[in-house]
């Protein structure tokens, strides 16, 4: 556990070198450094942003107040005291870090050792008494095992932790490596003991899916397992978590969720600007298996740092081609917030979209709807597509191709629904000729496999499909 706490480090100090983060500090309390690849960046950068999203707003939140503190629970190598600090943001702020002890007096040695790190700090106080491995006017480094509650309590209190102040709990992928039991008594304790308390959790979910399977099997290699996602596996288990615990207020957000909402268009500009990348499937992938929680009790007025400060209006969205602009409500459009799909224009005035992976009923999943588009009275409505022949399920496919070759007739080649499951043959979509945009429901589809010997062009994804005329015929 601790090495996923020095590996994390390292990549946040390869991203903060690419400018995707600023910190000038992580350098030296790392020492050492490697290239990680752009996903990776990427994967950091919208951690490291939604945490000081989220610390910064508590900061602004509670500056009238004339004293808060900040609890940073299995810190590690973190800089987030010096980057404050050099900021200008700790006035009237405490931070306290915890983590285990040989990892407490390394960084506590390192911090003694660089001139710039304590410098910040400035003189220290009673240092190495007891758990207590640095002690500086508002900076206290605490070596205690978190699962020990009752050690954690007392060592807090003889830091000089305040129950009774607006304090800010921050828990950045270290709670889901503890017992369920402990990680949850912890939680309680803090709703419990503290009158004006705020909650940061960021961790991983949906360990049901294969990138979940993947991402459990990652850390059980690591010797560090995942345990709190079998039992809180999404966003809305880990709410019910936190109100359950004693907590009255609780906001959760996926990764893709908060890149969207919380982050301005010149800010997702300047990220993109930073180096080549075009992963974007696997950059959401990874975005929907994090998330972000904003947890409170006893805060006036309530802290809600992921109320969304844009959205995006349900105006016009200019298409390609020939179609003009589509105006539909964002219920209709969840269908098309997807990737890896196929849309092809049956006719004039019907678009249809098949198969991708996007968000369905609230999960993040391959998509089993199709969608249509269909132009009537000069606006484009929104509708799902019925399918008949229902013994022949719709295989969820990925990265196909959906070429239409008549007015009743397309024909759906290769795709996959994994790497490892991608001979998923040819289908023929079937529709009535007289299919129009009177009424969305009025589109009903067919599903028809196509004989095995057409099978071997299919047996492939992220290909394409071109209609070409042999001796007179299409």
């Known amino acids: 556990v601790q090495g996923t706490g020095g590996s994390s480090a390292v990549s946040k100090c390869s991203a903060a070198a690419r400018g995707y983060i600023q910190d000038r500090f992580l350098r030296l309390l790392v020492g050492r450094w490697r290239r990680r690849a752009p996903l990776v960046h990427r994967g950091y950068y919208i951690r490291a942003r939604a945490v000081d999203h989220c610390v910064q707003d508590f900061l602004l939140k509670t500056q009238s107040h004339p004293r808060t503190q900040i609890l940073s629970l299995g810190a590690g190598f973190d800089s987030l005291y010096f980057r404050l600090k050099d900021m200008g943001l700790l006035h009237h702020t405490v931070v306290y870090e915890v983590d285990f002890p040989n990892v407490a007096c390394q960084k506590a040695a390192l911090i003694k050792k660089m001139e710039e790190l304590s410098a910040l700090v400035g003189s220290s106080e009673g240092e190495g008494l007891g758990v207590i491995t640095f002690s500086g006017k508002d900076y206290k480094l605490l070596g205690v095992d978190l699962a020990e509650l009752s050690q954690l309590e007392r060592a807090l209190g003889e830091a000089g932790l305040d129950t009774e102040i607006p304090t800010l709990f921050i828990a950045e992928v270290v709670l889901t490596y503890m017992d369920n039991s402990r990680s949850d008594a912890l939680i309680q304790w803090a709703a419990e003991h503290f009158s ?57 957000m996926d990764m893709n969720e908060f890149f969207i909402c919380c982050t301005s268009g010149d800010e997702k500009q300047r990220v993109q600007a930073l180096e080549p990348f075009d992963e974007y499937e696997e950059w959401h992938l990874k975005c929907s298996h994090y998330f972000v929680l904003a947890a409170s009790k006893g805060m ?117 629904t994994s790497p490892s499951s991608a001979g998923l043959g040819m289908l023929w979509l079937k529709f009535h000729e007289t299919c129009n945009a009177s009424d969305p429901g009025d589109i009903t589809v067919k599903l028809v496999s196509v004989q095995p010997a057409a099978e071997p062009a299919a047996l492939r994804w992220r290909h394409s499909t071109t209609e070409v005329t042999f001796k007179g015929k299409k």
């Open 196 to 252: 004006q308390a705020c909650f940061l959790l960021y961790e991983q979910m949906h360990p049901e899916d294969p990138f979940g399977h993947v991402m459990q099997q990652h850390f059980n290699q690591l010797n560090s397992t995942l345990r709190s996602v079998a039992q809180y596996p999404d966003c809305e288990a880990q709410q019910k978590r936190f109100l359950a615990k004693g907590w009255t207020e609780c906001s959760v």
């Open 300 to 416: 006036e007025p309530s802290w809600t740092p992921l109320l969304p400060s844009m959205t995006v209006p349900h105006g016009a969205v200019r298409m390609a081609g020939s179609v003009p602009a589509a105006r539909a409500m964002r219920s209709d459009t969840s269908g098309l917030r997807r990737y890896g799909h196929r849309s092809v224009l049956l006719k004039p005035d019907v678009i249809l979209t098949t198969g991708g992976f996007g968000e369905e009923d609230g999960q993040h999943c391959r998509m089993r709807n199709f969608h249509v588009l269909l132009k009537h009275a000069g606006c484009w409505k929104a509708g799902w597509v019925k399918k008949e022949n229902t013994d022949k399920r719709w295989d969820e496919r990925l990265y196909h191709t959906v070429s239409c070759v008549s007015n009743s007739l397309a024909l759906v080649v290769g795709g996959r």
